[in-house]
């Protein structure tokens, strides 16, 4: 009872330092200076094949976002990564870890109860001056057993303040793990596209080596026949081994990006993950959710752990300040003190000690007070960096609508390219068939079109990539989610001891 009273006593005492206030939505009605504007394509846009996409402002973002790209091999992948990446294992655990951590901490608010025993065996002073027939008179064993009751009152909140920003420190950790699980499943999302990307590029590519090899027989037949010129057959040689030079950094890049996505599941390179990505196994989410920008800072996960930290920052402000304050402590101590164990239960060898105590610095050189300039400027800080990852969080957002407004155009105006450089190539060729045209135009207009599949391969993937990078800057709808794993039981008999 005794203690219970002490606790509420400290609970309702005053709290100094400021309290902290959250965060309210910055003044701010759109994320692009003028309205949210869907991504303009035509009818021939899109009868060429570019896919159109439509914002719908206000919609909440699906908790598995990757999903709406409708691939079983994405969303499986995904899981996995989620099941056995270290990193955000590595998070869970430090979250875990704060929890602890906090609750340690709160024990500061309660009386703390000890019980320790002492027995002896001892020798009084003096014996050489008496007679040697009264020396055993000096000798004796002592036995003390006591219950010690110590207590500091949080008279001014320093102990709570420190609670609070342990707090704050592990809501803190919250918002990591969540941006941990947001990095990782866009991360992996990204990766699959490039690949995506990738494979469309090596693709294209063997068909203009397969079609300038095709050529190159073609125009040697010529020359042989002597209908054209040794050089052309040396221009067309050299045109098929520059394109047959790309085709190795772009299989060296997609043997990296498969030992990433196989890191990002948590395997090694060894075990290489069995999903294969391409442009088509993706399917192009047609309706794009878009939060309204005054729950942005609710939905990012690196706002919310800034925000914990002006949070953390705050409270330590009320600790440094308290510290400056007097200190007290209650004491207290009830036990026996007897010569032997049976003589403890004698009412005579009882004892008991209550004891306050109450401590103010009076000089330390300024120390406790810079202290808390310096908790003033921690805090300042926070506030600074919190103001900085809001701006970017709504620039992230406005990056991604412009990417995905200009995606659309790219990928038709790709579209139109690859049309027509086909076209052009095949008329091209048939005129050089039939000796109209030389050699070097046929070359001109096959790098061309070289370059043309390598570009809308490219705008596809930009795409499908910057998508993804909006869903992203929303937050990934981590507030939808119902995987997260709870905290683990603890294991000790006694915890509280």
Known sequence: MLAAALAATSASACMVGPDFQGATPPPVTRYTKEGLRDPGLSADDRRGGAIGQSFAPGRDVPGEWWALFRSKALDSLVAEALARNPNLEAAQASLRAARATTEAQRGALFPQVGFNAQSSYNKAPGGDL????????????????????????????????????????????????????LTLTSNVVAAA?????????????????????????????????????????????????????????????????????????????????????????????????????????????????????????SAQVGVALANRLPQFTLSGAVGASATNFAA????????????????????????????????????????????????????????????????????????????????????VRKQFGLGAVSSASLLITQSAYLQAVVTQAQAQANQYADTAALFQALGGGWWNRRDVKPARDPKDPAPFL
């Open 193 to 313: 596209i490039q690949e995506a990307s990738l494979r469309a590029q090596i693709a294209a590519t063997e068909k203009v080596i397969q079609a300038q090899t095709d050529l190159l027989t073609l125009i040697t037949k010529q020359s042989d026949a002597g209908q054209v010129a040794g050089a052309d057959v040396v221009q067309q040689t050299a045109l098929l081994a520059q394109s047959q030079q790309l085709l190795p950094p772009l299989q060296r890049a997609l043997s990296q990006q498969r030992n990433l996505l196989t890191a990002l599941a948590g395997r090694f390179p060894s075990e290489e993950v069995s999903q294969t990505f391409t442009l088509a196994s993706l399917h192009l989410p047609r309706s794009l959710p878009v939060s309204l920008p005054s729950r942005l800072i609710e939905q990012r996960p690196d706002v919310k752990a800034a925000e914990a930290a002006v949070h953390a920052a």
């Open 344 to 427: 403890l239960l004698n009412p005579a060898a009882s004892l008991w000690t209550v004891a306050g105590a109450v401590a103010q610095p009076l000089f330390d050189a300024g120390t406790l007070f810079r202290r808390q300039q310096a908790a003033e400027e921690n805090l300042v800080q926070a506030q600074a960096q919190y103001r900085a990852t809001v701006i970017g969080a709504y620039q992230n957002v406005a990056d991604a609508l412009r990417a995905l407004q200009a995606d659309g155009r790219a990928v038709a105006a790709a579209n139109a390219a690859v049309r027509a450089s086909r076209q052009s190539v095949e008329l």
């Open 130 to 181: 008496q007679s040697p027939l009264n020396n055993n008179a000096l000798l004796y064993s002592l036995v003390t057993p006591q219950v010690t009751v110590s207590f500091a009152p949080d008279v001014f909140g320093g102990t709570r303040r420190a609670l609070e920003s342990q707090a704050a420190q592990e809501e803190g950790q919250l918002w990591q793990l969540e941006a941990a699980y």
